[in-house]
């Protein structure tokens, strides 16, 4: 079974610029969710997503969004970049809501903002 | 909210036993996972626990206590490809998890 696909794995973006990400999840996963790591601040969730509805937010401005489609694949995008937006972006996927936790995280997509 | 607390950093030799403690502060709590993350890698998932007790999983054990709200994760006969940096998870509805700053461990031979 294919793991959760992340592209791109690799950007680079100017500040001001917008960035759409995309995530693939395992396959029968419909829970998506989302986190950014940063050396500074660590792993931090982003938001979550199930049957194309967020389901749960974390502290982002509003410059961060995302959706999920019927198949369950889903996108974030951050508008207006800043030089602090620079991490790796993780994607993760599950069966269904609070399953053991046990999410299964893509291989991120490293965003570099100059 | 919720507050993870774990070492910034342990290092021991190969074939012996490491404890990584994690102490968090939180409401809403549903468990404590653990993920390894090597260098340039994405988080992958070791153990998770519901109950408070331990969960044996091959090499790996991870350990709540839901009283003391402290839980740690047990390795044991460290090779050297267990380096790597080890974050303990609270979990919330709808797979919401707050992570700990992560444990980096290092193995020397």
């Known amino acids: 079974k294919a793991g959760v696909t992340q592209t791109p794995r690799y950007l680079i973006k100017t500040r001001g610029q917008q960035v759409t990400l995309s995530c693939s999840p395992i396959?029968?996963?419909?829970?998506v969710s989302w986190y950014q790591q940063t050396p500074g601040q660590g792993l931090q969730f982003l938001f979550e997503?199930?049957?194309?509805?967020?389901?749960n937010k974390g502290n982002f401005p509003g410059r961060f969004s995302g959706r999920q489609f019927s198949n369950s694949r889903s996108e974030m995008n951050v508008s207006t970049l800043e030089l602090g937006d620079s991490a790796l972006y993780l994607c993760a996927s599950s069966l269904a809501g609070a399953e053991g936790n046990t999410i299964y995280f893509g291989e991120g997509s490293w965003l570099t903002v100059v | 909210g919720q507050s993870l607390e774990q070492p910034s950093e342990v290092t021991a030799v190969e074939g012996a036993i490491v404890q990584i403690n994690c102490t968090y502060q939180t409401s809403g709590f549903y468990g404590l996972s653990w993920y390894q993350q090597h260098d340039g890698g994405a988080p992958t998932f070791l153990s998770y626990n519901a109950l408070d007790g331990l969960e044996e999983t091959g090499r790996f054990s991870s350990f709540l206590s839901r009283s003391d709200s402290y839980g740690y994760l047990l390795l044991q006969e460290l090779q050297m490809k267990d380096s790597a940096s080890y974050f303990c998870?609270?979990?919330?509805?709808?797979?919401?998890?707050?992570f700990g700053g992560g444990t980096r461990l290092m193995v020397k031979p």
């Open positions: 998870a609270g979990g919330n509805a709808g797979n919401m998890l707050t």
């Open positions: 396959s029968g996963h419909r829970s």
């Open positions: 997503y199930f049957s194309e509805t967020q389901r």
